[in-house]
């Protein structure tokens, strides 16, 4: 019998903390280049790209170049 699904998934608090450290790190470069949105801007377009990546090896996809279902991160 298999374990009943809590809702959390595994490994979704590491995702969760290295998109709070990428919006942190993209505040602090709006603040060095005077632009505090333009860096939040560039922390939330990498943060969907990290979690594409993320989601990607957590499936067990990566490098994955399927015809039918398309190229995977």
């Not at 374990?3 to 470069?29: D, K, M, N, Y």
């Amino acid at each position: 019998m298999s374990e009943p699904r809590t809702g959390w998934p595994r490994g979704r608090t590491q995702w969760i903390l290295g998109t709070i450290l990428l919006v942190a790190l993209g505040v602090l470069f709006g603040m060095v280049f005077g632009n505090v949105w333009l860096g939040v801007v560039l922390s939330a377009v990498i943060s969907i790209g990290w979690l594409l990546a993320y989601e990607s090896w957590r499936g067990r996809n990566s490098g994955v170049n399927d015809p039918d279902r398309g190229v995977e991160l």
